[in-house]
RNA sequence: CGGGACGUAGCGCAGCCUGGCUAGCGCGUCUGAAUGGGGUUCAGAAGGUCGUGGGUUCAAGUCCCACCGUCCCGACCA
């Protein structure tokens, strides 16, 4: 492509809206243009990593023997009651687009497509003879985010790669999911990123495992807590951990209420009270669809929500107002305890609140905390469950070393979703046996342009955009300088004919700009290798070459140039 | 959804508090000249419904109201 035709041009200013590394350089180097929150124009340079992704995407799925079909984005609300998601996805939490046509019939913009496929491949299916089946799509995908945010990264239309898998029995479905598992990991390794594999929460789409596939960058959205030792590896918000218990009194110590004004935070708690700030307790008071619940937590850990909203089965969850608070502790914020709530508040704890003799609670009492409380003789023990939120420094639930933190940006996401919409949707078969059941489903997700800003995110320098030869727009970014000799003019004008003949992917610069400004923009668009014809390279029947990730240019007779760009980029000679 | 901020030329901003002639600046764009391997220099020029609608006023980019749009923050505290 000649860039004096093209489309795309740079930015000298970062845009403002730009939060992020990937957003302000996709932005200024021409690959994007915002069009409303959260929307984006895919322009050509972007366009064709986008296809280049989306291409070793299709090719590792083919492998892993899936089959590729397009499905419609635009779906009817009739699929979404049958498998009961309607209410949540647009009622609770918002996050369908979803409207009337002009009959008056509710449709919805696909935020992904279990109902239809499974629509789809019920019809397919009726005996364990046309299992197993593998299909997916490349697709544009709708989400009405409560905070679409970073440009790609969270955005409100995106291109998502999305599989489906059906099986005959759990034998087959986990055969499906180790698959599709290894595909990802094929995929994350063609492309080149730095990443780790999670385990994590089923969430929304439901089943019985997950795994994550994360893109290790500091701007990264979502935590990963993992062990230096055994490998686990999981989400935050999925993580187990243990703590580090310690040794209690011999003896229960009376029940004592303490006046301490204002002591706010665990922290200056224990220090006002001389205890250990494991003897203090956190109680949280959530307004949940089943009620108001306090939740106890030991005074070092903070609660996972997921976690405590699965313990207590409720579907929404959130923290109680503080005129709430006030009502049911009769306390400002900050001195709920456990004894003396109104009856209708249900009580549960974090296991690890237990087992500790003498700790400390709010007392329901503006200023007060009560000490030396023990379960059984001061209140009955409440229900028990393991929703404390895992951290760095917390021991490993598989073994005795300490847990690490990372940040991660999920690229992918695989869930093995057994009977969960097969079931409610009646996508079922016959057996060997005659026996009619539900098919076993997985599914499996990659967000395509997400992973074109992850990579952004993952690799750049202060000039710009760093891509690998795997995904980048075009392989060689060809300058042209000097272009008003026609001499040199020729030269170039030859040089990007022959790569274009030899399958080499090229941009040439053809602009009558100053060297200076063209290569600030090849640094800034980032494609891997940059080949420069001059004055100095012309005379020779050279050309000047230089890899993005390298210092410096050498100067080379063209077919060795071509010989290494090929073996760069991994062309066939 | 709650809270906050912003909307002035293609991009980034000033002007608004304290209303007053032809609304400025930098970058970019166009013309000319010099320069010619890391955003060079000089001279000139074009380009704006001041988000939209209403109101106050002799007078509104500036004050008031509504709407639209964009961005940021949001429990980590018991």
Not at 388 to 396: D, N, R, T, V
Not at 462 to 470: A, D, L, V, Y
Not at 479 to 503: C, F, H, S, V
């Amino acid at each position: 492509m000649r860039q004096s035709r093209h489309v795309g041009k740079t930015l000298r200013e970062t845009p403002k809206d730009a939060q992020t590394a990937a957003h302000a350089l996709l932005l200024r180097a021409g690959f994007m243009r915002q069009i409303s929150a959260g929307v984006y124009v895919y322009l050509p340079l972007l366009h064709r990593t986008l296809a280049k992704i989306a291409q070793i995407v299709r090719e590792e799925m083919e492998a892993a023997g899936s089959e590729e079909l397009l499905m419609p984005a635009l779906q009817p609300r009739e699929l979404w009651l049958e498998s009961g998601r309607w209410e949540r996805y647009t009622a609770i939490d918002g996050i369908m687009f979803a409207f009337k046509d002009r009959r008056g019939s509710q449709v919805c913009l696909g935020p992904t497509h279990e109902e239809v496929v499974t629509d789809v491949l019920r019809r397919e299916i009726s005996s364990y003879k046309d299992l197993p089946k593998n299909v997916f799509q490349i697709q544009t995908k709708f989400r009405d985010e409560i905070r679409p945010r970073f440009g790609l990264m969270r955005a409100r239309e995106f291109i998502m790669k999305d599989a489906y898998s059906f099986d005959a029995d759990e034998a087959g479905m986990e055969s499906s999911y180790q698959a599709m598992r290894e595909a990802y990991h094929r995929i994350c390794r063609r492309i080149g990123f730095n990443y780790r594999e999670v385990e994590a929460d089923p969430g929304a789409i439901g089943g019985s495992a997950s795994h994550e596939f994360m893109v290790l960058a500091k701007t990264g959205e979502e935590t990963i807590i993992h062990c230096p030792n055994c490998g686990y590896a999981a989400n935050q918000e999925f993580a187990s951990s243990r703590l580090e218990e310690y040794p209690q009194d011999p003896e229960p110590l009376p029940m004592q209420e303490v006046f301490g004004e204002g002591l706010i935070g665990v922290e200056p708690l224990a220090e006002f009270l001389k205890i250990p700030v494991w003897k203090t307790t956190k109680t949280l008071i959530y307004e949940t669809d089943q009620g108001v619940v306090a939740a106890m937590v030991r005074g070092d850990c903070d609660v996972n929500e997921l976690k405590l909203a699965k313990l207590l089965g409720c579907k929404t969850l959130k923290l109680a107002s503080p005129e709430l608070i006030k009502e049911l502790t009769g306390a400002e914020v900050g001195y709920a305890g456990p004894i003396g709530l109104p009856p209708e508040v249900r009580i549960v704890a974090d296991h690890y609140v237990n087992n500790r003799v003498n700790f400390e609670c709010g007392a329901n009492k503006t200023n007060y905390h009560n000490i030396n409380v023990n379960f059984g003789r001061d209140l009955p023990p409440p229900q028990f469950g393991d929703f404390k939120l895992a951290k760095a420094g917390h021991i490993c639930p598989r073994c005795e070393s300490r847990l690490a933190a990372d940040r991660g940006i999920e690229v992918g996401h695989i869930f093995k979703l057994g009977t969960k919409y097969s079931e409610p949707m009646n996508c079922v078969f016959l057996d060997a046996e005659g026996r009619r059941k539900p098919v076993l489903m997985g599914c499996y997700g990659i967000g395509v342009s997400r992973m074109a800003a992850a990579w952004v995110e993952q690799s750049h320098d202060e000039k710009g955009i760093i891509w690998s030869p795997q995904i980048a727009p075009y392989h060689v970014h060809l300058i042209g300088l000097n272009l008003e000799d026609p001499t040199i003019r020729e030269a170039a004008e030859k040089t990007y004919e022959r790569l274009q003949a030899e399958g080499v992917e090229t941009l040439f610069d053809d602009r009558p700009l100053r060297a200076g400004e063209k290569f600030s923009d090849a640094d800034l668009i980032g494609l891997p290798i940059r080949l420069t014809v001059s004055r100095r390279t012309a005379a020779g029947q050279a050309v000047e070459y230089k890899l993005r990730h390298e210092k410096e240019a050498i100067l080379l007779p063209f077919d060795e140039a071509l010989v290494k760009i090929k073996s760069f980029c991994g062309l066939n000679s």
